[in-house]
């Protein structure tokens, strides 16, 4: 294709061309060629080439005064000082008479295209280095919404030139290495999608916190999605797993979450746009149906699978006509860059207090330093290296004072916003949507972020241990015993994705009830036997919904879900809920629904519960929400865990009490696990091994029943023991009765991430799965490695006929 040309339609042009019009145009020319038949909506439009641009330099030497310019930067002139001079010299100086030719005759053929005189489009810049796979110049340059007429239009891309030399602009490629004169602008001019009437937004078609790749990621909010991409707003975000895709049975959206939305932007009275407060009605209503969630994310699938890398895309919704529309299109250059094969983990080492302020969590870091609180940006000699940043949106002006934080809060904003962006590109941890950062933190008080405790950040008082490691995941063996995970945060259960796992060996459901549904399910069913206090509260929990039974089966499914998916399709035990009585108590409402027990640890709990009169209707929400993941969801790698099951006929009225919620051991592949924690279940293994498909043994428990010790006992901690024989020979005891029905036997504890010898004991014992908590798992992988070569090395060197010694656990030092 000639490169002479000033102005090419979108139709005309393909991820070839970034050198001719940039990378964000190229995308807009690629899928409007390649894409369109797969049904993937793009509004016309045009570009300006990097000729046009070349052209505009060499006019009256103007690339010869702005490398003048630039090379004062070398001599300690400040970038604000030289910036600002080069944009006044590009203002200054006509467009050239064919360019502007040439944009007049494209704009007016849209219109013609359109049947309107003078359409309303986004212009918008793109650099000819921009959104390569190795670095992104998104929101270094300026963008223009709508924009109407010929000469507003003009002004519009004169400015877009300038903004090549902004401040962000000009220290990006310092810091990228890339020559400043060799990085031309081309000007997109695009159909604006009339999403002030409904909204807009990002998809990601990876996890961006994580980097989990069978997700896509879509942020919205009402009116333009300059609001989402400037976090202004905390927009919605739904998750959308990739495999349940290919079904069209399936719904695969395994998690909502409904932002504040408190502003949008919609277009002022005489061109161009405005922030504007969003009703009250629109604060706690979703931005898209189900059926709009999925059609974005088939679209994003398809732009992903066309490019073959994970991409990062913007998309509209026009108020008028109900259409979605994709508006841009970049690689993801974040995640994308990060090798898979290095885990790389914070950890808090020392305890700390109440958090000061809590949002959502960029990156799984921690930094920590003095707060720097900011209204707007300032010189970088007045911000201290190490300082934590504090203010309440950023933009790019922001940038060069983001590099010198050791973290970055904010009032506002989400997990697409330029904060959360930015952070993520310079490896700062920054909690993002906290809603009133600087109104509690103080300027100059030491505080430490941490976005290492799954999705949820939190900023804490005071300058706090911690500890960094790397795990290199290719040098951890292979194991005929399976190394599973714990889980319990679903918001963290993407963060491990890297990790070899055989599966998740324990879910506990009672983390996302405390956490994600918030409220005792009886509560949900039976407002009338709560105070006004609770009532009121419940209420506004469940605002929007008119079955508040839903409610619970929703949150509770969309936690599971993620867990589920994070391991797709390896197993993932969960176990249904296990409060204690007092625990149950605590919950939200829960106070009328629970005896007060003089021992909770061994009242009403597990089983015992799910047939009662008490709890049944709360055990059915549960059991809807676990047949909602696995049928409608398809995550059928969810295996259903009951707990402290005492006796035989307990666990036939539990499984026909699921049976009656569609939850039938057998049908669609369902397994139902039971824990192993009581002596009953030893003794009479083979008869459980005849109700259920495996047994997990809850070392806690076992040793807690077995010896009769309290296990939160100050009093009785030293006889607290797994390692007593009377719990080992149980152990000793489960897994061959076990294994001889077929069952597999797992132990979900503690101890193996403690004690190497407790792991050698289980893997000669012949135990199939050890689950342990994540960060604990390349430990354990090398312990079970080591203890299954002792034992085979003991079995090659046994006397031929003999027996291989019984497992033994080394003796306490």
């Known amino acids: 294709m000639?490169?002479?040309?000033?102005?090419?339609?979108?139709?005309?042009?393909?991820?070839?061309?970034?050198?001719?019009?940039?990378?964000?145009?190229?995308s807009l020319g690629e899928m409007t060629a390649h894409l369109a038949s797969a049904g993937v909506r793009v509004p016309s439009g045009f570009a300006t080439t990097a000729d046009a641009y070349a052209e505009l330099l060499d006019g009256h030497g103007l690339r010869?005064?702005?490398?003048?310019?630039?090379?004062?930067?070398?001599?300690?002139?400040?970038?604000?000082?030289?910036?600002?001079?080069?944009?006044?010299?590009?203002?200054?100086?006509?467009?050239?008479?064919?360019?502007?030719?040439?944009?007049?005759?494209?704009?007016?053929?849209?219109?013609?295209?359109?049947?309107?005189?003078?359409?309303?489009?986004?212009?918008?810049?793109?650099?000819?280095?921009?959104?390569?796979?190795?670095?992104?110049?998104?929101?270094?340059?300026?963008?223009?919404?709508?924009?109407?007429?010929?000469a507003q239009l003009l002004e519009a891309c004169h400015r877009c030139y300038a903004s090549l030399f902004t401040d962000r602009a000009i220290d990006y490629r310092q810091r990228m290495g890339f020559d400043h004169l060799s990085v031309a602008l081309s000007i997109g001019v695009q159909v604006?999608?009339?999403?002030?009437?409904?909204?807009?937004?990002?998809?990601?078609?990876?996890?961006?916190?994580?980097?989990?790749?069978?997700?896509?990621?879509?942020?919205?909010?009402?009116?333009?999605?300059?609001?989402?991409?400037?976090?202004?707003v905390d927009p919605d975000e739904y998750t959308v797993f990739k495999p349940s895709m290919k079904d069209p049975a399936l719904d695969p959206i395994i998690d909502v979450r409904t932002g504040a939305k408190q502003r949008k932007a919609v277009y002022a009275e005489h061109g161009l746009t405005r922030t504007v407060d969003t009703a009250r009605e629109e604060r706690s209503q979703r931005v898209l149906t189900d059926a709009e969630v999925r059609a974005l994310a088939a679209w994003a699938l398809k732009v992903e699978e066309h490019y073959g890398c994970p991409m990062d895309l913007e998309w509209a919704k026009d108020g008028l006509t109900g259409e979605l529309s994709i508006v841009q299109a970049r690689p993801e250059t974040v995640q994308s860059r990060r090798r898979p094969s290095t885990l790389r983990r914070c950890r808090l080492t020392a305890t700390p207090g109440e958090a000061l302020v809590g949002g959502i969590a960029v990156g799984e870091a921690i930094g920590r330093g003095p707060v720097v609180a900011l209204d707007a940006p300032v010189d970088l000699d007045r911000f201290p290296?190490?300082?934590?940043?504090?203010?309440?949106?950023?933009?790019?002006?922001?940038?060069?004072?983001?590099?010198?934080?050791?973290?970055?809060?904010?009032?506002?904003?989400?997990?697409?916003?330029?904060?959360?962006?930015?952070?993520?590109?310079?490896?700062?941890?920054?909690?993002?949507?906290?809603?009133?950062a600087t109104r509690v933190l103080r300027d100059g008080q030491d505080v430490t972020v941490s976005c290492a405790e799954g999705g949820h950040g939190q900023v804490y008082e005071g300058l706090l241990a911690y500890e960094e490691t790397e795990t290199d995941l290719t040098d951890l063996p292979d194991t005929r015993t399976r190394v599973m995970l714990n889980l319990a945060d679903p918001s963290a259960a993407f963060g491990w994705w890297r990790l070899p796992a055989d599966g998740v060996g324990l879910a506990r459901l009672e983390f996302i009830v405390a956490h994600q549904v918030k409220a005792h399910p009886m509560a949900l069913l039976h407002p009338e036997r709560l105070d006004h206090a609770d009532r009121r509260a419940i209420e506004q929990l469940t605002h929007g919904y008119l079955d508040r039974g839903a409610y619970f089966v929703e949150r509770l499914a969309y936690g599971i879900a993620r867990i589920a998916a994070s391991r797709w399709p390896a197993p993932v035990v969960v176990r249904?809920?296990?409060?204690?009585?007092?625990?149950?108590?605590?919950?939200?409402?829960?106070?009328?629904?629970?005896?007060?027990?003089?021992?909770?640890?061994?009242?009403?709990?597990?089983?015992?519960?799910?047939?009662?009169?008490?709890?049944?209707?709360?055990?059915?929400?549960?059991?809807?929400?676990?047949?909602?993941?696995?049928?409608?969801?398809?995550?059928?790698?969810?295996?259903?865990?009951?707990?402290?099951?005492?006796?035989?006929?307990?666990?036939d009225r539990v499984l026909e009490v699921m049976a009656g919620q569609g939850l039938r051991r057998g049908e669609n592949g369902l397994k139902v696990y039971v824990m192993a924690e009581i002596p009953s279940n030893i003794i009479l293994a083979q008869d459980f091994a005849e109700r259920f498909d495996g047994f997990s043994i809850g070392s806690n428990d076992l040793t807690q029943l077995t010896l009769g010790v309290d296990r939160d006992s100050e009093a009785l901690a030293h006889v607290f023991d797994e390692n007593n024989p009377a719990v080992t020979r149980s152990i000793q005891v489960l897994v061959p009765r076990a294994q001889s029905a077929g069952r597999t036997v797992g132990l979900c504890g503690q101890r193996p991430s403690d004690d190497p010898a407790f792991t050698e004991?289980?893997?000669?014992?012949?135990?199939?799965?050890?689950?342990?908590?994540?960060?604990?798992?390349?430990?354990?992988?090398?312990?079970?490695?080591?203890?299954?070569?002792?034992?085979?090395?003991?079995?090659?060197?046994?006397?031929?006929?003999?027996?291989?010694?019984?497992?033994?656990?080394?003796?306490?030092?």
């Not at 340059?141 to 010929?150: D, F, K, M, P």
């Not at 989990?212 to 300059?226: D, K, Q, T, Y």
């Open 2 to 26: 000639a490169t002479t040309r000033r102005v090419i339609p979108f139709a005309e042009l393909g991820r070839k061309d970034v050198g001719v019009v940039g990378g964000k145009n190229a």
């Open 64 to 150: 010869g005064r702005i490398e003048e310019q630039l090379g004062r930067l070398t001599d300690g002139a400040a970038l604000d000082e030289v910036a600002e001079g080069i944009r006044a010299m590009i203002l200054a100086e006509p467009l050239p008479a064919d360019l502007r030719t040439e944009i007049v005759a494209a704009y007016e053929e849209l219109a013609r295209d359109l049947g309107r005189e003078a359409p309303d489009v986004a212009v918008r810049s793109s650099a000819t280095a921009e959104d390569l796979p190795e670095a992104s110049f998104a929101g270094q340059q300026e963008t223009y919404l709508n924009v109407r007429g010929a």
């Open 192 to 232: 604006m999608v009339r999403s002030d009437l409904a909204g807009a937004g990002v998809m990601f078609t990876l996890d961006p916190e994580s980097g989990f790749p069978e997700v896509i990621v879509v942020s919205a909010a009402w009116g333009l999605g300059e609001t989402v991409v400037s976090g202004q």
């Open 385 to 436: 290296a190490g300082g934590v940043l504090v203010t309440g949106i950023t933009d790019p002006d922001w940038e060069p004072i983001m590099k010198r934080a050791s973290a970055i809060v904010t009032d506002h904003g989400g997990r697409t916003s330029h904060a959360a962006i930015v952070s993520r590109e310079l490896g700062v941890p920054a909690v993002v949507g906290t809603g009133r």
């Open 576 to 651: 249904t809920s296990d409060f204690k009585t007092n625990e149950y108590a605590r919950l939200l409402g829960g106070r009328p629904f629970e005896p007060v027990e003089a021992n909770p640890m061994i009242g009403w709990r597990g089983a015992s519960r799910y047939y009662s009169d008490g709890y049944r209707e709360g055990f059915a929400l549960e059991c809807r929400a676990l047949r909602r993941v696995r049928e409608e969801m398809g995550l059928t790698n969810v295996i259903v865990m009951i707990p402290f099951c005492r006796t035989l006929e307990e666990a």
């Open 761 to 813: 004991f289980l893997v000669k014992a012949g135990i199939d799965s050890i689950s342990v908590a994540p960060d604990s798992f390349a430990a354990v992988k090398q312990h079970v490695a080591a203890a299954e070569h002792k034992k085979d090395e003991e079995g090659r060197t046994a006397p031929s006929g003999a027996r291989t010694p019984q497992a033994e656990i080394a003796p306490r030092a």
